[in-house]
């Protein structure tokens, strides 16, 4: 089975990105000169390019064309973006314990005006450590 023109492309490029043709920050040659190079049509490059955009090794930028990215960086973008999640799941979290903690409240209130006070001091006896 033959591989795919669009996997050549990206299997080329990403060796030429290893091997240091393309450093980080450089702009990869424009979709006619790979087509050309390759002998396909620019949908086909597009097809390579986006394989590479999946895995960050490129960017694209819309009439600038396609850059290689650095891999730390890319790295580091990455572990700021799950500690950054991570940070707002637990911020969510404490978010919602405080509204419990407030709905706990109100109901202690409502038996307190019913006049059950004894209920009302249990219920605010569980919200402290």
């Given at each position: ?87 707002k799941r ?22 307190e005006a ?16």
């Amino acid at each position: 089975m033959t591989t795919p023109k669009y996997r050549e492309i990206e299997n080329a490029l990403r060796e030429r990105i290893a091997d240091g043709t393309y450093p980080p920050g450089s702009a990869l040659p424009s979709e006619d000169a790979l087509a050309a190079e390759f002998g396909v049509t620019r949908p086909t490059v597009r097809a390579g390019l986006a394989e590479l955009r999946a895995t960050d090794a490129v960017t694209v930028i819309a009439g600038r064309g396609a850059f290689v990215r650095d891999p730390e960086l890319t790295a580091l973008r990455r572990e700021r973006d799950v500690a950054w999640d991570m940070a707002k799941r637990e911020a969510d979290r404490a978010g919602e314990a405080e509204a419990t903690v407030r709905r706990v409240l109100a109901l202690a209130g409502m038996f307190e005006a019913e006049g059950q006070t004894e209920t009302a001091a249990r219920i605010r006896a569980t919200l402290e450590p």
